[in-house]
């Protein structure tokens, strides 16, 4: 038994790591920590802890690094969608950052809701400009990105991007070509892009190296997910890769079974291949880390939806693939927009 105990707090001090950092390691590494002490009904680390924390976080700082970005390629950048609503995907897109960020990828959440634009509200912070700002000129990429919880980047929607739905194309363009620069300062880009199919959210797709779908095993929320996906494929989505998850099941069987069928009706009506990125629990911890204005893998690590969270983005790291080869996803969208707008004129320059 040891001579004394420590609280996190203590053991935050004495290693300087922030206690969810802590709680992270204790959730990874289980085996490389000496057991936890109960006393009182409260659970101490051993002193023994703070020598172990120390370690793994040297040996992750050295191994995997601190996230850094590699400054010549472009982001990949993913777009979380659902069609229906309130499914889930902005915690996702938080949470899945964060532990992306854990994993070693400098990771950035832009926030595209064009009705509820609160990815600032799940992650605690307030943020001081929007992309608003930086299509107005008043400030540049670097002052929009603000610091969120374990140094993911969140750029916050504001009333830019709401009016970027109902804008013509050049506005459009402006948008795309201001994320263009982003592209440049992040590894992974997660773009929250609200609910349903207006123009605003197909284009965040259409302009995405990859789309993740989230849905719940609601069959609204099904036949919404499949109907945003007909539509996309009938306007030539390439043939981008597109993950699934599914959010708030009850346990694993009704995962695989919601999974399918998505993969299925998508396999057998429109020939897209659908990967099965894996799925969250229905679980109150989320609800409780919102209570906290905190995303629920910072305020418990080791709950099962942080864990089901980890989980997928250490399978999207499997699918990575070389970003050498790959342009910018937002740069190729604009060039497409562009020649649909050179189409449009041509006639009318003909007449002349
Ligand atoms: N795994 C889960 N378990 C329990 N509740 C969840 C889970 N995931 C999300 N929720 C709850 O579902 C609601 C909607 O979540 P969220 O805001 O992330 O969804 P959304 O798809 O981004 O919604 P919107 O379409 O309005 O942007 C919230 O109340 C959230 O707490
Ligand atoms: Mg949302």
């Known amino acids: 038994m040891a001579d004394f105990l420590l609280r996190i707090e203590d053991v935050a001090r004495l290693t300087g790591l922030e206690e969810s950092l802590l709680r992270f390691y204790e959730s990874e590494y289980p085996a490389e920590l000496p057991e936890k002490i109960v006393q009182g009904g409260a659970f101490f680390f051993d002193p023994a802890s703070v020598a172990a924390f120390t370690a793994i976080h040297a040996r992750r700082q050295t191994g995997s690094g601190k996230p850094q970005k590699a400054p010549d390629h472009f982001a990949r950048v993913i777009a979380v969608t659902s069609g229906k609503g309130g499914v889930g995907k902005t915690n996702l897109a938080l949470n899945l950052a964060i532990e992306l960020q854990r994993l070693g990828r400098m990771t950035v959440v832009l926030d595209a809701d064009m009705g509820l634009a609160n990815v600032h509200l799940l992650a605690g912070i307030t943020p001081r400009y929007s992309l608003r700002d930086l299509l107005a000129g008043q400030v540049g990429m670097a002052d929009i990105i603000e610091a969120g919880p374990e140094g993911i980047g969140i750029i916050a929607g504001g009333s830019g991007i709401l009016a970027m739905a109902d804008s013509g194309p050049q506005e459009r363009c402006r948008i795309i ?11 992974i880009i997660l773009v929250d892009t609200g609910a349903g199919m207006g123009r605003g959210v197909r284009d965040f797709l259409l302009a995405a190296d990859e789309i993740l779908f989230v849905i719940t095993p609601d069959i609204t929320s099904l036949a919404d997910a499949y109907g945003l996906l007909k539509a996309l494929h009938q306007e030539n989505l390439p043939p981008l890769p597109i993950h699934l998850v599914v959010n708030m099941v009850q346990n694993l069987k009704q995962a695989a079974e919601v999974s399918l069928r998505f993969t299925g009706c ?75 707008r050179q189409r449009l004129r041509l006639p009318a320059q003909e007449r002349a």
């Open 177 to 187: 070509e201001a994320l263009m620069q982003l592209e440049k300062a992040a590894d």
């Open 266 to 340: 998508a396999r057998d009506f429109l020939g897209r291949e659908i990967s099965d990125a894996g799925y969250v629990m229905r679980d109150t911890t989320v609800s409780q880390a919102t209570a906290r204005r905190m995303p629920y893998s910072v305020y418990r690590p080791e709950a099962r939806v942080s864990k089901n969270s980890r989980a997928i983005a250490h399978t999207l790291l499997q699918k990575e693939l070389p970003r050498a080869a790959a342009g910018s996803s937002f740069g190729r969208y604009l060039n497409l927009i562009r020649e649909a």
